[in-house]
């Protein structure tokens, strides 16, 4: 996919989706992924001559689209405006030094863990970690926390330093965001958790990192690591975890950046192609503003000049079942990547926090692998990857 077409597909998405998710203003889609030390990411792959990133876009683009891919048609609704927080007030609770403890539930198979309900709930766990299970492996138990993650070109340092907490009304995310990261304080603080692996960057995280997650680097974050309301801060979970806790923890980045790059690519793409589809579905040849995008879809797909909006309407579907297949190709290739981080880890108790829309087939890999773990949902989460994963498939 060349440049022009990557570049038009964010303006037409940037005019019909979420500016902080999508990231229009800081080129970033709602996967998790790294952006630059020093500029923010540019989505399109074009111009790009390394193997690995050749090599990532050849593992996303293989055809045709795996069968595992077709879903039966969902109504059609518009990809969303930015959400408001589900619970501002919980997410400033979470927020406050002396934040509610709350009840607690064992987790099956880690005898000295618990989950406090104020920050999630055992949403189930892997067969492998049961005691009739074929093949278990008794040293590994991976706590699979889902997150929903705020894009990582979206600025959220304060204007007027120490000012987090002013932010988090503004933030959808803030209150996942928080209770993530007092759960794993929590068991990191008793002893219990040592080991953190993450999405979103492909190499560790330690003194001297200095690629930046919104807005915010390592350093800047130790800075801020002595406050009290440093748990206000919204950033990635693992740089934020290092900055306080790295003498006891041990953050190891589970995923793969030229991966990343390509995920986020595939995801820009289906939004460019639904905004194509909203516009012409059902327009008329005649509708002025319709033969602008009729335009734009013969220009960027090089269709013959005489294209009607119905013919240009099936080669949009034709490509959005593309997509579907890179993006879920983007998990399962992301996902091996991260199984095997797991497998060559310490055999302990280990947290893997990642989007949720991950979280099925890591599962059902951990399952295959006889790695016992729970699936755990904290507070304030919602799978936006799936909602727009939905949307997707219903213009197939």
């Known amino acids: 996919m060349n440049r022009r077409l990557s570049a038009a597909f964010l303006l037409l998405a940037c005019g019909m989706s979420s500016l902080q998710n999508l990231g229009c203003a800081s080129s970033q889609t709602t996967t998790a992924g790294a952006p630059s030390a020093a500029t923010t990411p540019d989505l399109s792959l074009s111009d790009s ?4 990133t050749e090599a990532a876009q050849k593992a996303l683009r293989p055809n045709p689209v795996p069968e595992a891919v077709a879903a039966p048609k969902l109504a059609r609704t518009p990809i969303p405006l930015i959400p408001k927080p589900a619970n501002p007030e919980a997410a400033a ?18 005898a000295t863990f618990s989950l406090s309900d104020a920050h999630g709930q055992i949403a189930e766990t892997c067969s ?9 492996d008794n040293g590994r138990f991976v706590l699979l926390i889902k997150q929903w993650h705020t894009a990582p070109g979206v600025n959220t340092v304060p204007k007027v330093a120490g000012r987090e907490r002013d932010l988090l009304k503004s933030i959808p995310q803030a209150e996942n965001q928080i209770a993530i990261y007092r759960m794993l304080e929590n068991w990191i603080g008793q002893g219990l958790l040592r080991h953190v692996l993450v999405e979103g960057c492909g190499y560790g995280i330690s003194r001297g990192f200095e690629t930046r ?3 915010w680097n390592l350093r800047a974050l130790e800075k801020r690591a002595g406050r009290a309301d440093y748990a206000a801060v919204i950033t990635h979970i693992g740089l934020k975890l290092e900055a306080k806790l790295g003498p006891v923890l041990d953050t190891i980045c589970a995923d793969n950046d ?9 995801f820009s793409d289906g939004r460019g192609v639904a905004g194509f589809l909203t516009r ?5 040849d005649t509708d002025p503003k319709a033969r602008s995008y009729l335009s734009s879809v013969i220009d960027i797909y090089r269709l013959p000049p005489s294209t009607t909006v119905e013919q240009a309407v099936t080669q949009l579907k034709t490509e959005m079942k593309d997509v579907i297949g890179r993006i879920q190709r983007g998990f399962e290739e992301r996902n091996k990547v991260m199984l095997r981080k ?9 947290a893997l926090v990642v989007g949720g829309a991950h979280a099925p087939d890591l599962k059902a890999r951990l399952e295959k692998e006889g790695v016992p ?3 755990i949902e904290p507070n304030g989460y919602r799978s936006e990857d799936d909602e727009l994963i939905n949307q997707l498939l219903s213009w197939q």
């Open 213 to 215: 997650f919104n807005g």
């Open 258 to 266: 030229e991966l990343i790059k390509a995920h986020n690519l595939a």
């Open 128 to 136: 492998a970690g049961k005691k009739d299970s074929p093949k278990k």
């Open 49 to 52: 001559s390394p193997s690995d």
């Open 280 to 284: 012409l579905n059902g327009a008329s």
């Open 342 to 350: 797991i497998l060559s880890s310490p055999a302990r108790p280990m």
């Open 93 to 110: 609770r979470l927020a406050d030094q002396d934040a509610p403890k709350g009840n607690t539930t064992p987790i099956q198979g880690l």
């Open 373 to 375: 773990c729970a699936v």
